[in-house]
């Protein structure tokens, strides 16, 4: 029993350090990581759990857990990637527009360190669809 | 000596004995997090260490095999020191190191709960997949030498710490109501003298460890195997577990389909 008690006070504790992590960084990186840092504590408890029961259903839960980690860090360093390449920061700070304005309050202690306002403003881009349409004479509409 | 103390008279000062760690780890932990240029560590560090032997202290005595106790005392205090380093560093990529080493430690853990093949897997994908993977993207996306305005400052560090640190106490003083912190720890919940006034509450106090939960017969562990027989989770995954098995092969799939559905787009979200 008292052995149980210690794994699961390592996995609480692990599991608040990651919820820290996430809640204060603003690394995008670091916050996933955090959070998968969280999934460590879950799985600890959930293997102390099966050794203490003397079956293996802790353990297979734990399968699914990091098969969901897995599938979790890819989407993750898909999205990371593809608003790297919009913004060109990694703050979770730059994409704080998607929300309502002024609904979300400024969390952020500096206000210095805020990434430089867009000078231009984004419009959203819509996928080519259709066809080029074709044009007899390229040179009538130019005189025109 | 003390230490004998503090163990025989539990009974009176053991709730507030377990306070001192979770103060000293909170403060540690606010003064390690990045609140911008000219911030002095040491101090922290050092209440982080001592918050760490308080709480190696107050632990329950760990079971007869003292290797067990050992490597038990040594995984976890790296873990949770190299967690604490992780989210206070100011270096993504330092981060992602000391995130392996938790996950190293973790591992270990695992194998003291007699889980090798867990350990093995863990190991392969996270410090060997996962990581690499994010130091790539760290990589890519840090051009500029030293570490960001972001990354100097964090979020209201204050405000985190104090909640993380009343929901740990709040799931440490609910773990310690359920487990007897008494001598004779072989003795299970339901013969102890005051368990027959009381209600037992907490699932685990109904569960003396001869009496396992009503587990499938497959997933229970058959007393010619070990512990940590590979055979048996293989059993229990594809027996009991089979469709589960079936939809998390299902998931892979789908989430690989959208990572590359992701990131195949252009640099300015038009299709490539």
């Known amino acids: 029993m008292n052995e149980l008690y210690n794994y699961l006070a390592v996995g609480g504790v692990l599991f608040v350090l990651g919820a820290i992590g996430f809640l204060t960084r603003r690394n995008l990186i670091i916050m996933m990581l955090s ?28 399968v699914f857990i990091v098969t969901v980690a897995a599938c979790e860090a890819g989407l993750a360093l898909a999205l990371f990637v593809a608003l790297y390449q919009r913004r060109r920061t990694l703050d979770s700070a730059a994409w704080r527009q998607l929300g309502e304005d002024g609904f979300v309050p400024d969390l952020a202690d500096e206000a210095a360190d805020r ?6 403003p984004e419009f959203p881009r819509l996928t080519p669809a259709g066809r080029v349409p074709q044009l007899p004479n390229p040179g009538s509409l130019r005189r025109g | ?58 632990l329950l005595r760990p079971a007869e095999l003292v290797v067990h106790g050992v490597l038990f005392h040594l995984f976890s205090g790296l873990a949770i020191a190299a967690a604490v380093c992780m989210i206070a560093n100011r270096n993504p990529v330092y981060a992602a190191l000391w995130f392996a080493v938790v996950t190293l430690c973790v591992c270990g853990l695992f194998l003291v709960c007699s889980a090798p093949f867990l350990a093995a897997a863990m190991t392969i994908v996270y410090a060997g997949a996962i990581i690499v993977t994010f130091l790539f993207l760290i990589m890519l996306a840090q051009q500029a030498v030293g570490a960001a305005a972001y990354d100097r400052h964090a979020r209201q560090p204050l405000a985190a710490t104090l909640a993380g640190f009343i929901v740990l106490g709040g799931v440490l003083c609910g773990l310690q109501q359920w487990f007897p912190r008494s001598a004779d720890a ?11 006034e009381r209600p037992p509450h907490g699932p685990l106090a109904m569960l003396p460890r001869e009496q396992s939960p ?8 058959r ?22 098995v079936e939809l998390a092969g299902t998931l892979l799939l789908v989430a690989s389909i959208g990572a590359i559905a992701i990131g195949l787009r252009g640099p300015r979200g038009g299709r490539r």
């Open chain 1, 115 to 120: 990434p430089p306002a867009e000078t231009t």
């Open chain 2, 186 to 196: 072989s003795a299970p919940a339901l013969h102890q003298p005051d368990a027959s």
């Open chain 2, 223 to 244: 007393p010619e195997e070990p512990m940590g027989a590979v055979r048996g989770l293989g059993r229990t995954l594809f027996g009991s577990y089979l469709y589960a």
């Open chain 1, 35 to 62: 959070a998968e840092m969280m999934l460590h504590g879950v799985s600890l408890n959930l293997v102390a759990f099966s050794q203490q029961h003397r079956n293996f259903e802790g353990q297979a839960f734990t």
């Open chain 2, 214 to 221: 009503p587990a499938d017969s497959l997933s229970r562990q």
């Open chain 2, 1 to 58: 000596m003390t230490l004998e103390l503090l163990g025989q008279n539990d009974g009176l000062c053991w709730p507030w004995l377990s306070v001192v760690p979770l103060l000293l780890g909170a403060l540690s932990v606010w003064g390690l997090l990045p609140r911008g240029a000219g911030q002095r560590r040491w101090w922290a560090a050092a209440v982080g260490l001592a918050a760490l032997a308080a709480a190696g202290m107050t």
